[in-house]
């Protein structure tokens, strides 16, 4: 896949000077609408996850006209849902040392030193405050006996600054954001649209100005018009198949602005979570995630011998390898993502592995039942213990837990500036859509906190900045239906093929090879396969694809064929952008760029940018360059021994 180098870009509205002022700054030159103004301003969210859903009840609550969209029958069902370790914020409760300053810190060298330092500190900031506003609605975090908020730990930091319900973060984080946002509906302000997909973005004068939708239970198309769209939509790593992701989480939206004018950034970054329930058999369609907040007080370990496969209850403590306390002691369990999947998959390649195939490493809670009791553990991970007992059959309390890593998250998305605008204006991305804050590999309990610091603070300053700019016009009714001829003709196309075989069976084939080439470790041979490959396949699924039933009313097999499709086209792009970054950073480990001891060795002369990929004419991509400039982090190769 060839393609072409296009003018460097700039993120322009991030401000100058201190970077602790710059947030401050930046909101006090912002321009305001007034209340009577804004009541005459219409903004689409598309997305109802803890980024969608915070973003559309604050937008509500200042008085805007929303429109808000999701996929699922409840805006409470969105995959924010599933996020289950905690949520980070810089509030130092505990006396250890933490700050705003170190928690931009170790995000910024947890990504590998490939995230904006101004986006990044600015959410480092704005975490203190997600905690009381989410204690203000009800959240109910963990507390200590005393009543005061109780922290854990994480990987890639040494201090306790993770907030937590439990084993339900996330759940309980989505229903804080979900009452906020039921408010609204209730107050009128917000209008909700279940069960409708976004299959296109409307640009109009070079704007974004509204959506076409598909309500998933009529097969109607719909279009929707607006002042500005918000795309909170979460992240692409189904394009892997077998990934931690709810089944429905996919591309569509964000690849669908990325054709009308959207730069993509950094597709290639890709997260592997270290502790998943490793793959039983070929027909599993998704994969289950235990949190990484296991890690706390679950030590990871292998045989060390190769080949051992006694039961771990009978190998002695002297033939057993803690391999993540031995090679990096300073950090030991709690090293970041990247590194702990790129550990276990070592000592599973050398033949260390447990569990069926030998892709597996044990996660044992022996010592923490010893040294804090069996309440105090299930007290504090019952209900995961639960989850991974009827998943397998075992019990984690007498038996060490089996993962192995697998697909989770995903730092590339849309490229956006500091004020979370696309490349087309009018056109906001949050959350996980976005490329922003994370860098190369995103630390654990982040995830959370980017979603609600985009959705309840920085986008309701950034957005009015923005709408204060208007009225911009009528919508020309040639792009509206331009962009609805785009949508029928491609459900039309993906009806008429009536081939033999399934979308989820072309899904599955491109997954493998997506894990295989472009996975945990890619090379450039790998990628050239892949990018021989992908089009082979997306011909054969365009030509050979089955899609039974109508586009009228109910048809998931049409859904997830539309789905499948822009998979075959993104999975391609980030296969280019990994073939074009040589060195290896973060969750991108290129096996030719490693250090003697095989960690991931960066080119900072070469690759301190940001990948903006621009959908260029006939296809072709167009990448731009967004330089990467530190000014209060020293780039050095990362260490956690």
């Avoid at 401050?24 to 980024?51: C, E, M, Q, W, Y």
């Avoid at 509906?185 to 509204?210: C, F, K, N, P, Q």
């Amino acid at each position: 896949m060839n393609y072409t180098i296009g003018d460097p870009i700039r993120d322009t509205k991030a401000p100058e000077g201190p970077i602790e002022d710059r947030w401050d700054k930046r909101r006090f030159s912002a321009k305001l609408v007034n209340p009577a103004n804004k009541r005459k301003l219409t903004v689409i969210v598309v997305g109802t996850g803890l980024a969608g859903g915070s973003a559309a009840a604050t937008l509500g609550e200042l008085g805007y006209k929303v429109k808000s969209f999701c996929y699922q029958d409840s805006p409470r069902r969105a995959h924010s849902i599933a996020a289950q370790g905690g949520i980070n914020a810089a509030k130092n409760y505990r006396g250890d040392g933490d700050s705003i300053y170190r928690l931009f810190y170790d995000t910024v060298k947890g990504g590998d030193f490939r995230a904006r330092e101004s986006n990044v500190y600015r959410l480092a900031q704005v975490s203190v405050n997600i905690i009381d506003q989410a204690v203000a609605q009800g959240v109910p975090f963990a507390r200590e006996y005393g009543g005061l908020l109780d922290t854990r730990s994480f990987g890639g930091a040494q201090v306790s600054r993770t907030f937590y319900a439990r084993g339900q973060t996330g759940q309980q984080l989505l229903l804080g954001a979900y009452q906020a946002l039921e408010r609204q509906i209730a107050a009128g302000t917000v209008e909700m649209h279940t069960r409708h997909e976004m299959l296109d973005l409307v640009v109009s004068d070079g704007r974004a100005r509204g959506v076409i939708v598909r309500d998933l239970v009529t097969g109607e198309i719909e279009t929707h018009l607006a002042d500005a769209v918000v795309l909170a939509t979460g992240g692409y790593g189904n394009v892997f198949f077998l990934s931690t992701n709810a089944k429905g989480c996919n591309t569509t939206a964000i690849w669908r602005a990325h054709r009308r004018g959207a730069y993509f950034g950094n597709p290639c970054y890709t997260q592997i979570h270290p502790t998943c329930i490793p793959v039983s058999g070929d027909y599993q369609s998704k994969l289950t995630l235990m949190s990484e907040s296991l890690r706390n007080d679950g030590r990871v370990w292998v045989p060390v011998r190769k080949g051992d496969d006694r039961a771990p209850g009978d190998i002695p403590e002297d033939e057993r390898d803690y391999y993540l306390e031995r090679i990096y002691p300073a950090f030991g369990n709690l090293v970041p993502r990247d590194i702990a999947s790129r550990a276990a998959k070592n000592v599973c390649d050398e033949g260390r592995g447990v569990g069926p195939g030998g892709l597996g490493v044990y996660l044992d809670f022996a010592d923490a039942i010893g040294r804090l009791g069996r309440e105090a553990v299930e007290k504090k991970y019952g209900n995961l213990f639960e989850m991974y007992e009827r998943i397998t059959g075992e019990d984690p309390y007498t038996r060490p837990m089996r993962i192995y890593p697998a697909v989770h998250y995903t730092m590339g998305g849309l490229w956006v500036d500091y004020d979370l605008q696309s490349t087309v204006p009018g056109l906001f991305v949050i959350g996980e859509a976005n490329f922003s804050d994370h860098g190369a590999n995103r630390l654990g309990a982040s995830a959370l906190m980017q979603g609600l610091a985009d959705g309840y603070f920085v986008l309701p300053t950034t957005l009015g900045d923005y709408l204060a700019g208007g009225p911009f016009g009528e919508v020309g009714q040639a792009d509206v239906d331009e962009a609805i001829g785009q949508v029928t003709g491609k459900i039309g196309r993906l009806l008429s093929v009536d081939g033999t075989r399934t979308a989820d069976s072309y899904h599955r084939e491109l997954g493998k090879l997506m894990w295989d080439y472009c996975g945990m470790e890619r090379t450039e041979e790998s990628l050239r396969k892949a990018l021989e490959r992908i089009p082979e396949l997306r011909e054969e699924f365009w030509n050979n694809v089955k899609v039974p039933g109508e586009g009228e009313g109910l048809n998931q097999a049409l859904e997830r064929a539309g789905r499948v499709a822009d998979f075959f086209d993104l999975a391609e792009l980030m296969c280019l952008d990994a073939l074009h970054r040589t060195e290896s950073c973060g969750g991108h480990f290129r096996a030719e760029s490693q250090t003697e001891d095989g960690e991931a060795l960066r080119d900072d002369e070469g690759f301190a940018y940001v990948a903006a990929w621009e959908y260029g004419a006939g296809g072709t991509p167009v990448l731009h360059k967004e330089e990467l400039e530190y000014e209060y982090v020293k780039m050095t190769q990362r260490s956690y021994k």
